[in-house]
C-alpha cells in the first residue's frame, strides 16, 4: 500500500428558524436548521471536503458549484456518492473519518449513533473506523450564539 494520505475539511452554515434539519444524514426535529444552496448539511459538506482534499481532488464547491440550479435543495448525500466514484477511480479507499460538529442547537448527543451508521455507509467505511461529536460554541462567535453550525472533518485514505 501507499504511503497513507490525510485530509481536512470545514464547513459552516447560518442557522434560521423553520427550516429543515439535516446534520450527518440525519434528519431532527429542530427549530432551527441550516440554511444552504443545498440541505446545508455541514457534517456530510466537511467529511466530502476532507476525502477530496486528501485524494488531490477538486473541492465539494467546485464540484457542486451553489450557482447551478441543479444543486439547489439538493440532498447532499448525492454528493457523497459522487465523491466516492472518483475516490474509486484514483484507486483510493477511506481507512477512516472523524468529525466535531460545533453547534448549540440541535443537540448532537442523541443522534450520534445514527449519524456515524450513516456516514460509515456513505463512505463505505467500517462504524468503528468513524466518529462524529458534539461541541458547544459557549455562548461566543456565530455558532455559541446559535447563528451558525459549524463542522470540522479529518479523514485518512489509504
Ligand atoms: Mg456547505
Known amino acids: 500500500m501507499d504511503a497513507p ?5 470545514i464547513d459552516l452554515h447560518r442557522l434560521e428558524p423553520g427550516r429543515p434539519c439535516r446534520i450527518g444524514g440525519i434528519d431532527m426535529d429542530s427549530p432551527v436548521g441550516p ?14 471536503d476532507a476525502v477530496l482534499g486528501a485524494a488531490g481532488l477538486d473541492d465539494l464547491g467546485t464540484l457542486f458549484s451553489d450557482k447551478d ?23 483510493l479507499r477511506v481507512l477512516s473519518l472523524d468529525c466535531v460538529i460545533e453547534t448549540e442547537k440541535p443537540k448532537i448527543a442523541p443522534h450520534r449513533a445514527a449519524m456515524r451508521a450513516r456516514v460509515a455507509e456513505l463512505f463505505d467505511v467500517p462504524v468503528d473506523r468513524v466518529n462524529v461529536r458534539g ?3 459557549e455562548g461566543v462567535d456565530a455558532v455559541g450564539e446559535s447563528r451558525a453550525i459549524r463542522a470540522t472533518a479529518v479523514a485518512l485514505l489509504g
Open 135 to 137: 461541541k458547544t460554541g
Open 35 to 48: 440554511v444552504g444552496h443545498s440541505d446545508g448539511d455541514v457534517v456530510l459538506h466537511a467529511v466530502c
Open 69 to 91: 440550479p441543479a444543486n439547489a435543495a439538493r440532498d447532499s448525500s448525492e454528493f457523497c456518492v459522487e465523491v466516492m466514484r472518483q475516490l474509486r477511480e484514483a484507486k
Open 5 to 9: 494520505r490525510i485530509g481536512v475539511g
